[in-house]
């Protein structure tokens, strides 16, 4: 059925200093069940892996094969989630103090139903207040 993934769980699949049994366990459910994310998730992965590359964390050509490999999971990208970044998101954000960036995916997650991946504590503690089951 798949999966909401945010950036801050994806994040591990990056950088082995921050891997998981659970977040490796998500790998291979996203592989196996797909997975979806708001458009700006493709951008959030981006920003991690050239972040990762100036702290001297990964190298430009680890960096290339993580794009690569990103682009070769069975990701959705919901093309209705900017539709609603100035209703739905917008009132999510503002009603749990979460930044829009993070409201989008508790509003794909609450919209579809889908269980949200996330690290993000305060996305987590938002997504159970409004009853949104949690991957991880």
Known sequence: MGVVIDASAAACWLFADEATPETDSLLARVRDTGGHAPALWRWEMSNLLIAGIR????????????????????????????ERAWRETFLLAQAHSLTAYDAAYLELSQRTGLELASKDEKLCAAAAAIGVRLAL
């Open 55 to 82: 702290k001297a964390r990964i190298s430009e050509a680890d960096a290339a094969g993580h794009l690569a490999d990103l682009a070769l999971l069975p990701i959705t990208i919901d093309t209705e989630a900017t």
